[in-house]
């Protein structure tokens, strides 16, 4: 653990996830954010003496000790050359990536520390070892996994659900997904397990986006200062 604040870096800074990730830092005393990134150029340079950058002018940004990185597929390359540049640990919730976008997460992972979660809730994480388990046990059970969001996500199957279905599929379960896209629904999650006359529902309800920031807040001082390495977020728990 540093003794000094932790130098954030949060890139897609004016997003729904962002602007969560920037009220929540500013109430932590082990965290300080010293470069807000959005993809466009910022209204405004500086707020609450934070400077903000456009994405064209990454290279720019002060020192920083771990990216948060909250964006688009597209944005999500710049900012890892950044972090393997500079040699500090990169934080990622950005999902809906390429294969090749995965592969030099793999090959940067030689290189820095790198976590890549498709949800940062610790609830998630649990219920993800509940599925594997159930479907480990049940494997000649239907598997469905039922995921709501508001209507503004652009993915579906969400990257939760499609990471509760590679857990699924680790215990031996085929899944099936459906996806619903409404109003405001933070996130909601159902993988139901059928079987001849009985069935199991693994639920997990969002209410607000505020879990997912602190989990990536939370991850991100985890990982500062480890060793290089793909890391996962039941890592840390």
């Known amino acids: 653990m540093m003794n000094s604040p932790i130098r954030?870096?949060?890139?897609?800074?004016?997003?729904?996830?962002g602007q969560a990730l920037l009220r929540l830092a500013s109430g932590r005393d082990d965290l300080q954010v010293v470069a807000a990134v959005s993809r466009g150029k910022p209204a405004q340079r500086v707020i609450d003496r934070l400077p903000y950058f456009a994405l064209s002018e990454l290279h720019g940004v002060p020192a920083?000790?771990?990216?948060?990185?909250?964006?688009?597929?597209?944005?999500?390359d710049a900012v890892l050359?950044?972090?393997?540049?500079r040699g500090v640990p990169l934080v990622s919730g950005t999902t809906g990536l390429a294969a090749s976008q995965q592969l030099a997460l793999d090959a940067a992972a030689s290189?820095?520390?790198?976590?890549?979660?498709?949800?940062?809730?610790?609830?998630?994480?649990?219920?993800?070892?509940?599925?594997?388990?159930?479907?480990?046990?049940?494997r000649a059970w239907d598997c469905d996994i039922v995921e709501s969001h508001h209507k503004h996500k652009l993915d579906a199957p969400s990257g939760t659900a499609l990471a509760l279905g590679v857990r699924a599929e680790q215990g031996g379960a085929q899944p099936r997904y459906a996806s619903?896209?409404?109003?405001?629904?933070?996130?909601?999650h159902t993988v139901q397990f059928t079987g001849p006359g009985e069935r199991i529902e693994l639920v997990h309800r969002a209410t607000s986006r505020d879990v997912f920031a602190h989990g990536a807040l939370h991850a991100a001082v985890w990982l500062a200062g480890r060793e290089p390495g793909r890391y996962r977020l039941r890592d840390m728990l």
């Not at 954030?8 to 996830?17: E, F």
């Not at 920083?64 to 999500?76: E, R, Y």
């Not at 619903?180 to 909601?188: N, P, T, W």
């Open 64 to 76: 920083f000790d771990v990216a948060i990185d909250f964006s688009l597929p597209a944005g999500l």
């Open 81 to 85: 050359a950044l972090c393997v540049e």
């Open 8 to 17: 954030i870096l949060i890139h897609g800074a004016t997003g729904r996830m």
């Open 111 to 138: 290189r820095i520390p790198v976590l890549l979660a498709a949800n940062f809730s610790l609830g998630v994480t649990v219920l993800g070892d509940l599925v594997e388990r159930a479907a480990t046990v049940l």
């Open 180 to 188: 619903l896209r409404a109003g405001d629904i933070v996130g909601e």
